[in-house]
């Protein structure tokens, strides 16, 4: 099974890694759908940029509207840690 990792672009230029080894990504309005395996499906506010399928690297573009990740994400359950599964089955 091959994952990939979500990165939240910010209007001002940042980049910051979000959530490592994620199997489904939807946009459903002005929300982003993480899911996992086994583990409940996350939502981020903000719009898909680009799915790189070489690199498992998916994009999100944050709205202008919040500029804080910790404003962007439901926070009813954490985010897996980024780089705790080990289960990939090939390296990159």
Request: aromatic letters at 4%; glycine letters at 6%; one cysteine or more.
């Amino acid at each position: 099974m091959c994952q990939s990792s979500v990165w939240l672009r910010y209007p001002d230029g940042r980049v910051e890694k979000i959530a490592d080894d994620v199997l489904i990504v939807t946009q459903e309005g002005d929300t982003v759908v993480l899911r996992w395996f086994l583990a409940e499906p996350r939502r981020v506010v903000g719009t898909i940029q680009e799915v790189d399928a070489t690199k498992h690297v998916i994009t999100l573009n944050a709205p202008r509207s919040l500029g804080d990740r910790t404003e962007q994400l439901e926070t009813a359950a954490p985010l897996p840690r980024a780089g705790t599964d080990r289960t990939h089955p090939h390296p990159h």
